[in-house]
């Protein structure tokens, strides 16, 4: 079962405007999260993580959103940039687990 | 440090030949994991090490599948008989014990099994 959920396959973004990536996930154990970005032929690179303590992180343009109670968590990224093209995963984790579940992906477009 | 390095790249084997990739994490990182990724889907947990020990495997990883990290340091993962279904992206990678929750996994570019 899929744990983790990227609905949306793909986005496009004019540059400049934000750009929004979601992620539901339905294992209310989870208590962290991450997004990772992917270009073609390499592997994913992270990219921010977030605690379920805290609502919000925000890096740079990176800002992650967190709420628990629709167990929903989104990425935005502001101003999105050509060089944001790629695919972003989400991912969970529970503390004393090993692994990651990942959703499968959102592929971005930013349009010059 | 180059980051977590994979080899091969690319492997294309005939229906149940035997593979071996092998995966080199950063020096530093105690923590390395292999994930399998195919088309269209994010990656899947396949096995985890601390250190040397095998402390986690997936159901995923059938009896076909064995992975060593007999120092530690790099580790390998071997496919036997191999099926068509076994062609995926075979990801590689490794974290610290304290930076895995906040930095998550530093990953490899992977090595693309496709079976014949």
């Known amino acids: 079962d899929q744990q983790v959920k990227q609905n949306s396959p793909s986005l496009s973004v004019q540059e400049g405007r934000i750009s929004i990536l979601n992620c539901d996930y339905t294992?209310?154990?989870?208590?962290?999260f991450l997004w990772y970005k992917k270009y073609p032929a390499e592997g994913p690179t992270f990219l921010i993580s977030i605690s379920s303590i805290k609502d919000k992180n925000e890096d740079g343009r990176f800002t992650v959103f967190l709420n628990k109670s629709a167990k929903h968590l989104s990425l935005h990224i502001v101003p999105s940039q050509p060089g944001d093209s790629a695919v972003y995963f989400c991912a969970a984790g529970k503390t004393g687990a090993n692994n990651l579940f990942f959703g499968t992906g959102t592929r971005l477009t930013v349009i010059p | 440090d180059t980051g977590v390095s994979q080899d091969p790249r690319h492997k294309i084997t005939k229906r149940g030949q035997n593979v071996t990739f092998r995966c080199d994490p950063i020096s530093e990182h105690n923590r390395l994991y292999w994930y399998r990724q195919t088309l269209g889907q994010g990656p899947e947990f396949l096995t985890y090490?601390?250190?040397?020990?095998?402390?986690?495997k997936s159901r995923l990883l059938s009896d076909r599948f064995s992975a060593e990290r007999p120092k530690g340091s790099f580790s390998t993962l071997e496919i036997q008989r191999t099926e068509q279904g076994d062609s995926a992206m075979y990801l590689c990678?490794?974290?610290?014990?304290?930076?895995?929750?906040?930095?998550?996994?530093?990953f490899g570019s992977g090595t693309r099994l496709t079976v014949v």
């Open positions: 090490f601390q250190n040397e020990a095998q402390l986690e």
């Open positions: 294992n209310s154990m989870f208590d962290y």
């Open positions: 990678a490794s974290s610290s014990t304290q930076g895995a929750r906040s930095y998550g996994y530093t």
